[in-house]
């Protein structure tokens, strides 16, 4: 969407009157078009979204112009009890659950039509659970399993950037070589991402264009410098939809996988802290969780559980379970990072399992770091 000045505007004054009921806000947008009104198959295309385990869909008529399917779909979602808000005629944003509940998870955004495009977007409020997840843009990548096809394809993805607060917008081209199959393409994107200072994790969510089927996706949480990812905007070219599920996201927790959680704490360190995941949480494999604590040589206090929490601990928030959380000693490096390796056995009894992991740098004046948390979910 090219309304970001506008968004922010709006969405400032929207937070003041919904910090009591929302932590986050889903903001969707769909574009281009008017809609063909079919896939690639020729069969009825459709728009669907899922936000907090609720799916709601609808299927464009051909020629119907992409106001007309965003109002559309906007109505489905009041139709569901969701409290939306339109932002302009392309644009609405989502702010509550039904019955007044928060949102506690973000949106997955999908079409098969092959005419429209799409954006999706996630802004924290006030007051929200220090616990929530609040960044981080996804789109689908080709899945896992698929075979090599005998063609490429192009997207384009403008990656929303929230920079020293201000919205930045990010356009990253990638070309999609023929004859790879799909992991290969998954690691290829990654690593085109990666190139261009966009970090982000492999995972598996639920699809929002088939009920009952998962999909694997990239969400990009950070830049290298710790910039949160806030928001993305899709452009594909016909061959692209074929090879991959034409599904964006914002602020979503994964059902394998990993993601950044949480609200951190500087305390007295040079930047604010952020965390990763290096590697793919899988059943026989390994992986790196790291903590970006800006705080060089310290000692370091790393939470594990396998629950999430939010407990005012000192200045900060424990983001992990208070009740069965282990804690290990530690030093972050002369960077100021702290990272802790993993390696998972092959026991299939492993997958689904989760883990959540944060660190907490001490200092002598009581005002300590605390990094933001990192959820895994074990992957079979």
Not at 207 to 222: F, K, N, S, T
Request: hydrophobic residues 45%; proline residues 9%; negative net charge.
């Amino acid at each position: 969407m090219r309304c970001h000045v506008l968004r922010l505007t709006v969405l400032t004054l929207l937070a003041l009157a919904t910090c009591l009921t929302a932590q986050v806000q889903v903001c969707l947008s769909v574009h281009a078009g008017p809609a063909n009104g079919v896939d690639n198959t020729g069969a009825p295309s459709i728009l669907t979204a899922t936000i907090a385990g609720v799916t709601t869909a609808i299927h464009p008529a051909p020629g119907q112009t992409a106001p007309a399917c965003s109002a559309a779909h906007e109505a489905a979602f009041i139709a569901a009890g969701y409290a939306t808000v339109r932002v302009n005629p392309n644009v609405f944003c989502i702010t509550a659950r039904p019955g007044g509940l928060p949102l506690t998870a973000g949106a997955a955004y999908g079409t098969t039509d092959q005419a429209l495009n799409l954006d999706s977007s996630v802004q924290a409020l006030p007051n929200a659970n220090p616990r929530q997840k609040r960044n981080g843009a996804l789109l689908g990548v080709p899945q896992v399993n698929m075979p090599p096809q005998p063609f490429g394809g192009m997207i384009i993805a403008d990656i929303d950037i929230l920079v020293f607060g201000s919205l930045v917008t990010m356009p990253v081209p990638i070309q999609l070589p023929p004859g790879q199959p799909g992991h290969q393409l998954q690691q290829f994107m990654q690593m085109q991402f990666e190139q261009h200072g966009l970090l982000g994790n492999l995972m598996t969510i639920d699809d929002p264009l088939i009920a009952g089927a998962m999909i694997d996706v990239l969400q990009l949480e950070r830049t290298f410098v710790g910039e949160p990812v806030v928001g993305i905007e899709m452009h594909w070219d016909p061959n692209s939809r074929w090879l991959m599920p034409t599904v964006v996201g914002a602020g979503l927790e994964p059902i394998f996988g990993a993601c950044e959680y949480g609200e951190p704490t500087q305390g007295t360190a040079f930047g604010e802290p952020f965390s990763l995941c290096f590697g793919q949480p899988q059943v026989g494999g390994q992986f790196d969780i790291v903590h970006e604590c800006y705080y060089p040589n310290g000692i370091t206090v790393n939470a594990l559980s396998l629950g999430l929490g939010a407990t005012p601990v000192f200045n900060g928030f424990l983001l992990t379970d208070p009740a069965a959380s282990l804690l290990e000693l530690g030093l972050t490096d002369p960077l100021g990072t702290y990272v802790r390796p993993w390696l998972v056995p092959p026991d299939p009894q492993l997958a689904g399992l989760q883990l959540a992991s944060q660190a907490v740098v001490l200092d002598a004046s009581g005002q300590h770091t605390f990094s933001t948390g990192m959820r895994v979910v074990i992957h079979p």
